[in-house]
T-cell receptor, first 115, second 110 residues
Framework: KAGVTQTPRYLIKTRGQQVTLSCSPI?????VSWYQQTPGQGLQFLFE???????NKGNFPGRFSGRQFSNSRSEMNVSTLELGDSALYLC??????????????FGPGTRLLVL | DAKTTQPPSMDCAEGRAANLPCNHS???????VYWYRQIHSQGPQYIIH???NNETNEMASLIITEDRKSSTLILPHATLRDTAVYYC???????????FGKGTRLHILP
C-alpha cells in the first residue's frame, strides 16, 4: 500500500502570497490531520478532517484553512504569508473505526520557505 | 499544552537497550499512550501504543505502570538508525486535539 503523499515537497513563496498544499492519505483512510513544525515551536496541530468535515482545530489564525474532498484527499491553504509561516507542514492519515483513536501515518512533509 | 513530560535528550550505546521514559500523571481512564519517532527531516513514524497492558511489536516494547501515570518505551537493541526524536502522546477520544510535546532526542553512540 502506498503511504501518505504530499505535494509539493518544497516551496518558496514571498510575503503576502498564498499557498496551497496537498495531501493524499493512505488508501482507505478517512481522517487527515495537518501539522506545522518549526524549530522553535515543534510539532503543532493545525486541523483534522474526517468525511469532508473539520473535526478539530488547533490555535492558528484564520489565514490557515483546509478542506477534504470526497476521496479523502485534503488541501490546506495559507493566505497572506508571513515570514513566520516558514515551516515543515506535515499531513497524517488514520483509519477510522472501532477501538482506540486511530494511529496516524505521516507523510514526508512540505517544506515551505517564505521570503 | 502537552499532557506528557519527557527528558529532552538521552544517550544509549549501540547494541544496548534504550529505555525512554514518559510521564503522563494526569492521564484519564480512556486515554491511550502513543509513541512516535521522527528521524531528521522526515515525517514522524508510529511505533506503538497501549492502554493498560504492556505491549510489544517488531519495533519496540511499551511498559505502562499500574497506575498508568508513566510509561517506558524500550528499544531492545539500539542501532545508529534509531537516532531520532521520540514523542510520547496521550489521546482518548477522536475529538481530542493531538498535542505533541518536545520529545526526547535519542543519541545512539557507536
Amino acid at each position: 500500500k502506498a503511504g501518505v503523499t504530499q505535494t509539493p515537497r518544497y516551496l518558496i513563496k514571498t510575503r503576502g502570497q498564498q499557498v496551497t498544499l496537498s495531501c493524499s492519505p493512505i488508501s482507505g483512510h478517512r481522517s487527515v490531520s495537518w501539522y506545522q513544525q518549526t524549530p522553535g515551536q515543534g510539532l503543532q496541530f493545525l486541523f483534522e478532517y474526517f468525511s469532508e468535515t473539520q473535526r478539530n482545530k488547533g490555535n492558528f489564525p484564520g489565514r490557515f484553512s483546509g478542506r477534504q474532498f470526497s476521496n479523502s484527499r485534503s488541501e490546506m491553504n495559507v493566505s497572506t504569508l508571513e515570514l513566520g509561516d516558514s515551516a515543515l507542514y506535515l499531513c497524517a492519515s488514520s483509519l477510522e473505526g472501532g477501538g482506540p483513536p486511530g494511529t496516524q501515518y505521516f507523510g514526508p512533509g512540505t517544506r515551505l520557505l517564505v521570503l | 499544552d502537552a499532557k506528557t513530560t519527557q527528558p529532552p535528550s538521552m544517550d544509549c550505546a549501540e547494541g544496548r537497550a534504550a529505555n525512554l521514559p514518559c510521564n503522563h500523571s494526569t492521564i484519564s481512564g480512556n486515554e491511550y499512550v502513543y509513541w512516535y519517532r521522527q528521524i531528521h527531516s522526515q515525517g514522524p513514524q508510529y511505533i506503538i501504543h497501549g492502554l493498560k497492558n504492556n505491549e510489544t511489536n517488531e519495533m519496540a516494547s511499551l511498559i505502562i505502570t499500574e497506575d498508568r501515570k508513566s510509561s517506558t518505551l524500550i528499544l531492545p537493541h539500539a542501532t545508529l538508525r534509531d537516532t531520532a526524536v521520540y514523542y510520547c502522546i496521550v489521546r482518548g477520544d477522536r475529538d481530542d486535539k493531538i498535542i505533541f510535546g518536545k520529545g526526547t532526542r535519542l543519541h545512539i553512540l557507536p
